[in-house]
């Protein structure tokens, strides 16, 4: 993953306006893939760990409002 295709996948966000539930689960995908990307190829073992254990938080059920 490289910083043109977050760009591509932020604007993809803002195009999906008006459906907020649609741009929050855009929004949902792209923060759990930027953090699977620092998880697996940061050289950067503190940076690795953080986004591997923040990327636990998604094996949560919990109700959520919208989206």
């Given amino acids: 993953m490289d910083v043109s295709q977050v760009r591509q996948r932020v604007?993809?966000?803002?195009?999906?306006?008006?459906?907020?539930?649609?741009?929050?689960?855009?929004?949902?995908?792209?923060?759990?893939?930027?953090l699977a990307s620092i998880a697996i190829t940061s050289t950067d073992d503190h940076a690795r760990a953080l986004a591997g254990v923040a990327l636990k938080a998604r094996e949560i059920n919990?109700?959520?409002?919208?989206?």
């Fill in 11 to 34: 604007q993809a966000i803002a195009d999906a306006a008006p459906d907020f539930e649609v741009q929050h689960s855009l929004e949902d995908d792209l923060f759990a893939d930027v």
């Fill in 62 to 67: 919990f109700e959520r409002a919208c989206a």
